[in-house]
Nanobody, 124 residues
Framework: EVQLVESGGGLVQAGGSLRLSCAAS????????IGWYRQAPGKEREGVSV????????YYADSVKGRFTISSDNAKNTVSLQMNSLKPEDTAVYYC?????????????????WGKGTLVTVSS
């Protein structure tokens, strides 16, 4: 079965860093695009970053450009999100999601598989 398991969330002060990881199994990893999404209380779910494993192209929301970096390790079937210079507005539950093919926008809404999420809390 398809599984996506997030880890790495926690509590950090503003200006600090966290690295999130998404461990994938049950599908051909290099044929898929993997993305990170987040949802804060009272807000809509937001696309944060996407990587297309077939060609390595990456996409970021404007709010995180220059601060977050997405990367993929095909040997380990793992996608990571390095988050630097964290702000209180980054506080949210972060989800990993996947879909077959090459996603070309962080706004893509058709992800087929989802993890259960990991909570990131940034204090001021």
């Amino acid at each position: 079965e398809v599984q996506l398991v997030e880890s790495g969330g926690g509590l950090v002060q503003a200006g600090g860093s966290l690295r999130l990881s998404c461990a994938a199994s049950g599908f051909t990893f290099n044929y898929y695009s993997i993305g990170w999404y987040r949802q804060a209380p009272g807000k809509e779910r937001e696309g944060v970053s996407v990587i297309s494993n077939s060609d390595g192209k990456t996409y970021y929301a404007d709010s995180v450009k220059g601060r977050f970096t997405i990367s993929s390790d095909n040997a380990k079937n793992t996608v990571s999100l390095q988050m630097n210079s964290l702000k209180p507005e980054d506080t949210a539950v972060y989800y990993c999601a996947a879909v077959i093919g090459s996603v070309v926008s962080v706004d893509y809404s058709g992800m087929d598989y989802w993890g259960k999420g990991t909570l990131v809390t940034v204090s001021s």
